[in-house]
């Protein structure tokens, strides 16, 4: 008697798409089968992107990084099990990165558990570390309030990801369409309440600006949270106004662009040194910055740090002026006080600086000058880069991986715009590229994204390339290909094996593509390269160009410290 028609109620799956698009989620990634396989086609008609990757690794990544570039969670969806065990790695470097995500897992049902039901893993405490906070929704009608306040929980203070987990039996169950309304209607309220950001107190700005005005030798460091933030407009006033010279971390870089005449980051070594004020914009004092410590750092030099985490300040170094705020609203107030009460840096500051960045970029130009056969970092970067200067703005994303390539290619390769490019983060790991350059595709939409791989760093999911072109993504994968990790000249300590660092010498990646209808190049020489990237650029398919590299021109670890 009980039993209703079908169409008169939703089940778990339709209900979750229906509450994530109210939540304005435009797309998901994930990897699909038992219990969570309907959830795909159930996003698809609420309109959700989605895409199926391989393995859940890059979709994890990708998740994270969509978060990071969409300014709210990004979605990943796994099955129980080992499929949320492989999406882990993603949750917990979305949180190290402070990106926005939700993890969506199944799991197995609640009758079974402790039972050895099939794919069964306790996830929620898998997950807890890695995690904000985790959530497991026991009844269908919760559905709502969970994904309300996972969504929440992943964007407020500071952003990282967020678990949730639905059993095999939720996303059975079935609701009555009238109470399905009643959560839509509680995710709409959710939604549009307004989000309160923190912005600092009078005193503190004051403070701030007396501090900046008494330095002698100020700095700027941008992070990626000054990206994320959105805060290029305020960041720009506030660098024009005052004329501080600045140094975008590795994700921090196109907030101000590279070729702002107040970039210091060609005279990175120097201005750490010799900085006396150094004010942090969504830059944590991590390895990325050396601690903040001598000998990289002067022993006296006093931090400003604008940041919404609070727990943040103090951490490896003492912050003499902590700002707790949101980066964009608190430069809004900072800029209207230094507009009241102008100054300006000391002009010896600025010549030194400015001294320094011609001098390297100097040495930079004749090194990239040096042609060579077959093809280093720098010459291979090089023909890379005259095509993408010369190309119209918005320029291509560039997702960046590899120890070599990644160092070498920061270093060369111009970022003009904000969030405009992804690479290895906070914890310097290899294996996000595919994930992320699919996750930049998907977030701006007819924007061409240049994946630049070093062959180990590609090897992580190097079948993602038939994600890329089963949805024809624009995005030109390019693996830098010196046969192994470093390079490919460790000599083997086994008579038998290869060394544990190199690969199969001369390996056609390019092949890959082919196998899937993609662009497919074998690259030799700089011009190759160029014309090769040009191309596959203007033809806004998916490519691959492998891209032979001297196998002895890579360092071990890349340079990870100074490049000057
Ligand atoms: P980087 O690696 O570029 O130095 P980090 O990830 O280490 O960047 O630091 C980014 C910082 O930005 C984090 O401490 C984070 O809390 C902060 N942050 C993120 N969003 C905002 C925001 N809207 N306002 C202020 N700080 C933010
Ligand atoms: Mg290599």
């Not at 995710?187 to 923190?198: A, C, G, K, Q, T």
């Not at 320094?356 to 100097?362: G, L, S």
């Not at 701006?444 to 240049?450: E, F, H, K, L, Q």
């Amino acid at each position: 008697e009980t039993k209703s028609e079908p169409s008169t109620t939703v089940d778990g799956y339709q209900l979750v798409a229906k509450i994530l698009k109210c939540l304005g989620i435009n797309a998901a990634f994930g990897v699909l089968g038992i219990p969570v396989t309907k959830l795909g086609i159930c996003c698809q008609q609420e309109q959700i992107r989605f895409i199926s990757t391989r393995h859940e690794l890059p979709a994890s990544y990708a998740a994270g990084a969509f978060g990071y570039l969409q300014r709210k969670p990004g979605v990943c969806v796994t099955v129980s099990g080992p499929g949320c065990l492989h999406a882990l790695a993603g949750l917990a470097s979305a949180t190290v990165n402070c990106f926005p995500m939700i993890l969506i897992s199944g799991a197995a049902e609640n009758s079974q558990v402790d039972r050895g039901a099939f794919q069964e893993c306790d996830q929620l405490r898998a997950a807890l570390p890695h995690a904000k906070q985790v959530f497991r929704v026991e009844d269908i009608g919760e559905t709502a309030r969970y994904l309300c306040r996972a969504y929440h929980v992943a964007l407020s203070g500071r952003p990282g990801g967020v678990y949730i987990e639905f059993p095999s039996n939720v996303l059975h169950q079935r609701l009555q369409a009238n109470n399905v309304e009643d959560l839509l209607s509680f995710s709409n309220d959710f939604i549009s309440s307004p989000r309160n950001l923190p912005t600092p107190t009078p005193d503190v700005i004051d403070r701030t600006v007396q501090l900046l005005k008494k330095a002698e030798r100020p700095l700027i460091v941008i992070g990626k949270g000054a990206n994320y933030a959105c805060a290029e407009q305020e960041l720009s006033q506030f660098i024009n106004n005052l004329n501080i010279p600045f140094l975008a971390t590795p994700m921090g870089k196109g907030c101000v662009p590279d070729s702002h005449p107040l970039s210091a980051s060609a005279a990175r070594s120097l201005v750490l040194k010799e900085a006396d004020v150094v004010f942090l914009v969504g830059a944590r004092l991590n390895w990325i910055l050396h601690y903040g410590k001598p000998p990289r750092w002067s022993d006296n030099c006093k931090f400003i740090q604008l940041d919404i985490c609070e727990e943040e300040f103090h951490r490896n170094a003492n912050i003499t002026m902590p700002i707790f705020g949101d980066i964009q609203e608190s430069l809004k107030l900072i800029n209207e006080a230094v507009t009241r009460e102008p100054f300006q840096v000391p002009k010896s500051w600025l010549n030194k600086v400015r001294q320094k960045c011609e001098e390297n970029a100097r040495k930079l130009e004749l090194r990239l000058q040096e042609w060579r056969t077959p093809l280093d970092f720098h010459c291979a970067l090089n023909a890379m880069r005259v095509v993408i200067m010369s190309l119209p703005n918005p320029k291509p994303i560039l997702v960046s991986e590899g120890a070599n390539t990644m160092d070498f290619g920061r270093l060369i390769l111009p970022v003009e715009e904000p969030r405009s490019r992804l690479d290895a983060g906070t914890w310097g790991t290899m294996g996000v590229g595919m994930g992320y350059a699919i996750a930049s595709s998907v977030s701006y939409p007819g924007r061409s994204v240049i994946a630049l791989e070093g062959d180990s760093a590609f090897g992580f999911s190097g079948m993602e390339i038939e994600t890329i072109i089963r949805y024809n993504l624009p995005i030109v994968t390019v693996v830098f290909n010196n046969n192994g990790i470093y390079g490919g000249t460790e000599k083997s300590a086994d008579p038998y094996d290869p060394a544990p660092t190199s690969f199969v010498p001369n390996a056609h990646y390019e092949k890959i593509a082919e196998a899937f209808g993609g662009l497919a190049y074998w690259i030799e020489t700089a011009e190759q390269l160029g014309k090769a990237l040009r191309e596959s650029l203007e033809a806004k398919k998916p490519a691959l160009l492998n891209v032979v590299i001297d196998p002895s021109a890579g360092t071990e670890s890349g340079s990870l410290t100074s490049h000057n």
